[in-house]
């Protein structure tokens, strides 16, 4: 038992033929609220579309308050925060066009209105009213993926539907796929990276690396910056500032437009952080220090973007109680839908098995359907 | 490296997932070759705190939290049982055990027949299983039969905290493979745990226990099912019906001396288990049974289960979940012969 198995540091010779680049990251604003340029991403967006921009941000955090809360008032089984990823989510969620086609895992719920999928819908799911139950087709979003990678190669493989359906070109379809810094680690996620890579496929690859897995920090999964692994995958990996909402809109343009002209796929790894417990039914103060969570509060996805509209003049204080009562709409309206959402009929758990009803299953509907109504019986008895 | 209870030895109840964190402690006291590995069983101590102030106590060299990847997991925890350890793997939910399928029924399953007998490789899966909980989709499922189908690999579930103490530690001192199923929303039910009394003379692991005697049907459950089974028997002996409970805890290889003798003495058998009754545990029992007690039988063999759907929304689950009015029901379908 002498070896040391944590920790454990290969000879840097051995592990690296050349010393490792320093991580770059794609930044346009920055946390203080400062415009950057930067050459091969360059973004022109209007007044109008920062602002619409800066609301979404706004409506997604609100969306996500009301569900925390309503979890905590016993209306919701659990809830999976996005606190502190909703540039990340917005970003790469208003650069995707109407064709393109995204796969989320359980947390996109900002990916989610961006594709315009009604936020009660997602409550449907953390409420345990359905396992999700959305037409993937109506907003071009699949539903949640709760195991985790798993959609990585859902992805991929439509992907290569959209090759062989001739619908790559200027103005072609692509797939995006996202996933977590703990996902990174499973196998369907590299056989994922594999195939779009041999494929050449039409898909951008979105890590939001929030920096946990649950309670796994990233060194337990990687010891070089995740964007770094597409290289040797065989295509391009960048890392850009996920709390920045320009730049995430920018770099998933960029991907998405080289996929959909059949240049192949790009790993975005969105550095972010999940500023809240892993779901509402976890304790992160067992396993991380909050001076972390401080620190990254400075660099709060919201607040900077609404420095640069106050400096710019982009925006007048009316603006912001224009969104913020917005929001309090949304939220008032998602809260009312959940607790007017009625439990399902219990004998619908037959439906939607198969394609065509089965023998079996009609009758242990019916077992079922009896042995109810034998309840009801009773009671009228009495 | 003392045990933070053993100043309250004896001293009483303890959870299921305290009395299972007290028997990963012992066995790793016990011998140092017992490894802990899993998604957060480090410092957080797993989701269900079974594996808490483990790594605390015996460090990260033996409970590992590793990197998100079942197959992962059951993979390397095969090559540390090459290498002579003992590594005791956690599943977080049922649901999530199916990217190490293939390790475990390909290889883990397969490794002594394969080898001629040359090659032991003793590791455990726990996998907290069942329903209840009001979960989103798979947390809540039961595939044990799944693992049951499989030759070369012990499948066990432990029914409330005494067993799961005794049972975690037979298991890992097993020269098999172990899939051990812990019934996730009975965590917090609490019993009498002797942890002073070691397991020697605990009951062996392949071996059914009778819970309730009875005379005229036997019930036949494990798991989450347990308590429900030995409820049920409560509230028929007021009916006037004489229930015999046996918790089964090995689903394989299954201790058909034990059931067989309970079914000629009542002549009624029901299987009881959360699981979907189609292609279950359940369906094998019923089959032996009928084989081997047939003469004895007032009545065919009958399942309370899971319906043969997906595990539904958590708003409907009590109606897939076998409860006790389920389980009476079929109990009196088998007086109905
Ligand atoms: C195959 C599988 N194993 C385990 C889990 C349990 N689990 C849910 S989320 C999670 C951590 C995921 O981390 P990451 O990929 O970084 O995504 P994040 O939750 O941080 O967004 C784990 C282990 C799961 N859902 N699926
Ligand atoms: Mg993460």
Redesign the interface.
Known sequence: MAVKAAGQAASPSRSHDEPPPTPQLIQLLTPEGERAEHPDYPLDLTPDEIKALYRDLILVRRIDFEAIALQRQGELGIWASLLGQEAAQVGSGRALGPRDMAFPTYREHGVAWCRGLDPAKLLELFRGVSHGGWDPKAHNFHLYTIVIGAQTLHATGYAMGIQRDGALGEDGEAAIVYFGDGATSQGDVNEAFIWASVTNAPVVFFCQNNQWAISEPLDRQTRIPLYHRARGFGFPGIRVDGNDVFACLAVTRQAMQAAREGQGPTLIEAFTYRMGAHTTTDDPTRYRLSAELESWKLKDPIERVKQYLIRSGMAQESFFTGVSAEADEVGIRIRKACLEMPDPDPLSMFDHIYAEPSGLLEEERAQLAAYLSSFVSEEAAR | MTSPAAGKQNAGKLTLSRALNEGLRKAMEND?KVLVMG??V????G?FRVTDGLQKDFG??RV??????E??IVGTAIGLALRGYRPVCEIQFD??V??AFDQIVSQLAKMSYRSAGHVRLPVVVRIPFGGGI?????HSESPEALFAHIAGLRVVACGDPADGYAMIQQAISCDDPVIFFEPKRRYWDKTDVDLAGGVAAALPIDTARTLVTGTDVTLLCYGPMVRTCVEAAVAAQEEGKSIEVIDLRSLSPLDTETIFASVRKTGRCVVVHEAAV?GGIGGEIAARVSQECFYHLEAPVLRAGG????Y??????D??LPDLD?VL?VVDRAFGY
């Open positions: 140092p998604e957060d480090g410092r957080l101590g989701v990260e060299d590992i939290d590793t990197p998100l990847a197959s992962g649901g999530f199916f990217p009001g979960a989103v989709e798979h189609t319906y043969t759907t997906p539904p929304p958590s708003r409907i689950e109606h897939y389920r029901d």
